[in-house]
Structures are given as structure tokens and as C-alpha cells.
């Protein structure tokens, strides 16, 4: 794979990653997707090849976004998508980063969902 871009840089460490980390259905995937303007959170049961729940700071639920920060956006993805997953009865998720960096808005979702009660 070509790493000259950062791009693929990022895909092969998301490869590196998901070789490791694999979503049941008892302890599913919570994976992360940063763009420049938004982030969005899925947890994926991987055995089934299904997205659990998802939230972007796109959804319906959070309109209010404007005057936010990406982080603070980043932290209220994190705080819905674990408010959906408890509904869902999911309470323990193990983190993919997805090849970024696990800091700043990754990080806020990570913490958020953290906080709002899911385990990983």
C-alpha cells in the first residue's frame, strides 16, 4: 500500500488496527470517522456485518451545532451515540480509532461516550 499520502498513511494503520480489533455481538465496534467538518461514530457488530447505531454531527438530533466548536460537535457525537447504544442495551464496546490519532476530537468522542456510560 502506498503511504505517500496521509491518506493511506491513515487506511494502512486502520488496517493494522482491525486485524486486532473485531466487533461481537456480546462487546461490538465503535468505530470513529473524522472529516474536516464532521465526525461521526457507528458501533458495527462485525460477526452480522451490521451497524448497531450511528451519529454524526449531521444527524437530526444535534441541530444546534453552529455555534460549537468541532470538539465540543465531537463531544455531543460521542454523548448521543452512547445514549442510543444503552437504549439498544449495548453498555461495553471495544474502541476502533480508525487510524487516527487518538487525540482531540477522536479523543471527545472516546471521552463522551466514556461519561455517558458506555465500557471500553
Known sequence: MDTRTKTAART???HRIRRRIQGTPQRP???VHRSLKNIYAQIIDDVA???LVAAGTDS?????LKDMTKTDAA???GELVAGKALEAGIREVAFDRAGYKFH???K????????AGLEF
Request: zero cysteines.
Open 12 to 14: 494502512k494503520r486502520h
Open 29 to 31: 465496534r465503535l468505530v
Open 49 to 51: 456485518g451490521r451497524t
Open 60 to 64: 437530526a438530533e444535534l441541530k444546534d
Open 75 to 77: 463531544r455531543a457525537v
Open 104 to 106: 482531540g476530537r477522536v
Open 108 to 115: 471527545a468522542v472516546a471521552e463522551a461516550a466514556r461519561k
